[in-house]
């Protein structure tokens, strides 16, 4: 069975600092991995996903993230925040046995910007 | 990419009610997907909407309480039957492919 694990539920952080949420994933089998993120009172916009290839990911916003297979792990990082990314992050795995497109979710990060 | 709506986005409902929330996406997609998010929470998936055949329910979740439909590529149902104030919360559908999952904006129901 697939799990995801966000390590952090709140994350503060002032403007214009960078800024990593950090994501752990278990699985026997090769997987797809995404971010997402959930502005309050939105549904979900998808940041980026991994699918194969090259493991440093770039998505919308100047998010990026790193699949690290020997440490199953895809953090999620942006160098300077603004206070519109004050949102909840979430990590989401699925993969190819996975009965297509079925995701399943981590807890959830906060990220908190200040100015 | 495919743009997904609900209706209704909100709704008050009493318990021992039901209530079915619609989600329509814009182009034909493969797979629909069902989720709930309880207040504070993360997105738990519910079943996996099959065009033209019954849904597939994840552990947890039974077809007696969540009735789903998808007569199309397009479309689908999720019924919330006999409510109780555990129904709280917002319910997520998405579409797409095996690669990529758009979602809906949700609907948040209050069962009071």
């Known amino acids: 069975a697939q799990s995801v694990t966000q390590l952090d539920s709140q994350v503060p952080v002032f403007e214009e600092a960078p800024v990593e949420l950090r994501c752990n994933y278990s699985s026997s089998v090769s997987v797809y991995l995404f971010w997402y993120v959930q502005y309050p009172n939105q549904g979900l916009q998808l940041l980026l996903k991994y699918l194969s290839g090259s493991t440093l990911v770039k998505g919308i916003n100047g998010f990026e993230a790193e699949f690290n297979k020997s440490q199953t792990s895809f953090h999620l990082r942006k160098p300077s925040v603004h206070i519109s990314d004050t949102a909840e992050y979430f990590c989401?795995?699925?993969?190819?046995?996975?009965?297509?497109?079925?995701?399943?979710f981590g807890q959830g990060t906060e990220l908190s910007v200040k100015p | 990419s495919a743009v997904i709506s609900q209706k209704p986005s909100r709704d008050i409902c009493q318990r021992g009610t039901s209530l079915t929330i619609q989600c329509q996406v814009d182009s034909q997609v493969t797979m629909m997907f069902w989720y709930r998010q309880q207040p504070g929470q993360s997105l738990t998936l519910i079943a996996t909407?099959?065009?033209?055949?019954?849904?597939?329910?994840e552990s947890g979740f039974v077809i007696d309480k969540f009735p789903i439909s998808r007569p199309n590529l397009t479309f689908s149902t999720l019924t919330v039957s006999n409510m109780s104030p555990e129904d709280s919360s917002i319910y997520l559908c998405s579409g797409g492919t095996n690669y990529e999952q758009y979602f809906g904006p949700g609907t948040r129901l209050t069962v009071t």
């Open positions: 909407a099959n065009q033209g055949s019954e849904a597939t329910y």
């Open positions: 989401a795995v699925s993969g190819p046995h996975n009965q297509g497109g079925k995701l399943i």
